[in-house]
T-cell receptor
Framework: DGGITQSPKYLFRKEGQNVTLSCEQNLNHDAMYWYRQDPGQGLRLIYYSQIVNDFQKGDIAEGYSVSREKKESFPLTVTSAQKNPTAFYLC??????????FGQGTRLTVV | QQQVKQSPQSLIVQKGGISIINCAYENTAFDYFPWYQQFPGKGPALLIAIRPDVSEKKEGRFTISFNKSAKQFSLHIMDSQPGDSATYFCAASMRGSEKLVFGKGTKLTVNP
């Protein structure tokens, strides 16, 4: 099945800890995205990547980092500098037809 | 310039009624306007999309109306069903940019 796989589905982070969220796609899409979703805030863009080894900051990049070493993979690291990381994180990819496909999300909670 | 403003924030309709969600934008360079549907705990999925060369697009019970001069577009759900209860997001992007800008979402509840 073609699609986007995010893991884990639930993640718990201790104060001061870095955590990495995984996103893998087998749609052969060039563009990949990370969004953060909070109640009433919609989808806010954290980072996006148009090609391998290149990525751009979105609207709320502070406290996050990404890498794009392979076309299929776009992991997101939530660093200890992100003071309010509890949220629902969504990864997406997009091909030439403009439709963006989303993963099922990772819910991150600080404990 | 990069914002898409969506209203209302929440909407309650009766089964069989019409649900209408509106979005407005400022950037006239936007040329792709999709609507996404999201169920609780799931990722959004594309519902229907339109480009500014047409004023309306219909797929089943879902219709996008697009008003280029007013820089507005709306989603109409005809014969709304309880299974349509979800959060709906409008979005916009422009040619040459991979950024997809989302509205803040509308939580639709369809009562049986």
């Amino acid at each position: 099945d073609g699609g986007i796989t995010q893991s884990p589905k639930y993640l718990f982070r201790k104060e001061g800890q870095n955590v990495t969220l995984s996103c893998e796609q087998n749609l052969n899409h060039d563009a990949m995205y990370w969004y953060r979703q909070d109640p009433g805030q919609g989808l806010r863009l954290i980072y996006y990547s148009q090609i391998v080894n290149d990525f751009q900051k979105g609207d709320i990049a502070e406290g996050y980092s990404v890498s794009r070493e392979k076309k299929e993979s776009f992991p997101l690291t939530v660093t200890s500098a992100q003071k309010n990381p509890t949220a629902f994180y969504l990864c997406a990819s997009r091909g030439d037809l403009s439709e963006a496909f989303f993963g099922q999300g990772t819910r991150l909670t600080v404990v | 310039q990069q914002q898409v403003k969506q209203s209302p924030q929440s909407l309650i309709v009766q089964k069989g009624g019409i649900s209408i969600i509106n979005c407005a934008y400022e950037n006239t360079a936007f040329d792709y306007f999709p609507w996404y549907q999201q169920f609780p705990g799931k990722g959004p999925a594309l519902l229907i999309a339109i480009r500014p060369d047409v004023s309306e697009k219909k797929e089943g019970r879902f219709t996008i109306s697009f008003n280029k001069s007013a820089k507005q577009f709306s989603l109409h759900i005809m014969d709304s069903q309880p299974g349509d209860s979800a959060t709906y997001f409008c979005a916009a992007s422009m040619r040459g940019s991979e950024k997809l800008v989302f509205g803040k979402g509308t939580k639709l509840t369809v009562n049986p």
